[in-house]
């Protein structure tokens, strides 16, 4: 006589499916869920790290904000001090020093506050460096 228990067979796609069967579906299920939990895991992993690198970047961008800045400023003084002299030496009509204060600003012209960005770059890239802002 067939098992007729509801427990042990139950109709399943047009056929009757065994208790054997029932266990297939349910680790087919659990299957997939572990997939998708794995997937949502590893989602979540690939959002930390791009959040980590994006506070990385926008250190890096305030750094070298910060250091153009700070550059540039001086640089501005600097200008201002050759520029000032430059003005008093052709008042004065000092052919000496007019060739100094040009020979400077041209040299500071020359000297670009990007020229250490390898050594800025290389700071930036490693991990373990302390950089203080």
Not at 33 to 38: W, Y
Not at 90 to 95: F, G, H, Q, V
Not at 103 to 126: Q, Y
């Amino acid at each position: 006589m067939p098992d007729t228990r509801p427990d042990t067979i139950f109709d399943a796609v047009g056929r009757m499916a065994t208790t054997a069967d029932a266990a297939q579906y349910l680790m087919a299920i659990v299957d997939v869920a572990k997939r998708i939990d794995a997937n949502m895991t590893e989602r979540a992993r690939i959002a930390a790290e791009r959040d980590k690198e994006i506070a990385r970047i926008s250190a890096a961008s305030q750094g070298l904000r910060d250091y153009l800045d700070r550059v540039f400023e001086e640089r501005r003084e600097l200008h201002r001090a050759f520029f000032a002299r430059l003005d008093k030496a052709i008042e004065d009509r000092d052919a000496e020093t007019i060739h100094a204060c040009v020979t400077g600003i041209v040299e500071v012209a020359k000297s670009s506050p990007l020229n250490n960005i390898v050594e800025l770059r290389n700071v930036w890239a490693d991990p373990n460096a302390v950089i203080e802002i």
